[in-house]
């Protein structure tokens, strides 16, 4: 089936410590996102891809990383200087559809917790 | 980018209409209207979209006011599994699309 893959669904690391969640979509998309989510708030964009090797930041990049080396993965690093790391992290990609204004396909979500 | 604003919360008896309201007083002439909602510890779905005219599918219809400054997603008749947050966002055509979302509606179903 086609669709969006995150893993892992469930992270716990210390505090200091990297993380990396992944993404991976066989839909064939270009474009690709990460969304950041608290409880009881909305989505919050920490980085978007257009096209493989380029990508953009978000409204609350500080703190993460991305990279985009092949269309069909776009891993997020979260890295020790983000200060509250704790989170439902969701990836989408996007649908071209008529115009560019296709609809936006999501993962599963990756929840991180950090002790 | 042109925002929206949407009500924190609503109710709505089962089996009963749900009208869901979005302002978007700032809206451009090139912004779609995206409706998308998001069912507990899930990832949002996409339910509806439009420009201009109203719209129906299989899950809702969304009518478009005539200035285009509001919008209204339409349940026709509300289910328990409805029970989400509902989020309308604006989409502009274009190369870099930034998408972001809001805090959305959060829809209760009352048995």
């Avoid at chain 1, 690391?13 to 909305?42: F, I």
């Avoid at chain 1, 964009?45 to 090797?53: G, K, M, R």
């Avoid at chain 1, 990383?65 to 509250?84: G, M, W």
């Avoid at chain 2, 289910?79 to 829809?107: E, M, N």
Wanted: proline share 5%; aromatic share 10%; net charge neutral.
């Amino acid at each position: 089936d086609g669709g969006i893959t995150q893993s892992p669904k469930y992270l716990f690391r210390k505090e200091g410590q990297n993380v990396t969640l992944s993404c991976e979509q066989n839909l064939n998309h270009d474009a690709m996102y990460w969304y950041r989510q608290d409880p009881g708030q909305g989505l919050r964009l920490i980085y978007y891809s257009q096209i493989v090797n380029d990508f953009q930041k978000g409204d609350i990049a500080e703190g993460y990383s991305v990279s985009r080396e092949k269309k069909e993965s776009f891993p997020l690093t979260v890295t020790s200087a983000q200060k509250n790391p704790t989170a439902f992290y969701l990836c989408a990609s996007r649908d071209p559809g008529t115009g560019g204004i296709g609809e936006l396909f999501f993962g599963e979500g990756s929840r991180l917790t950090v002790l | 980018d042109a925002k929206t604003t949407q009500p924190n919360s609503m109710e709505s008896n089962e089996e009963e209409p749900v009208h869901l309201p979005c302002n978007h007083s700032t809206i451009s002439g090139t912004d779609y209207i995206h409706w998308y909602r998001q069912l507990p510890s899930q990832g949002p779905e996409y339910v509806i979209h439009g420009l201009t005219s109203n719209v129906n599918n299989r899950m809702a219809s969304l009518a478009i006011a005539e200035d285009r400054k509001s919008s209204t997603l339409i349940l026709h008749r509300a289910t328990l599994r409805d029970a989400a947050v509902y989020y309308c966002i604006l989409r502009s055509t274009g190369g870099y699309q930034k998408v972001t979302f809001g805090i959305g509606t959060k829809l209760q179903v009352i048995p």
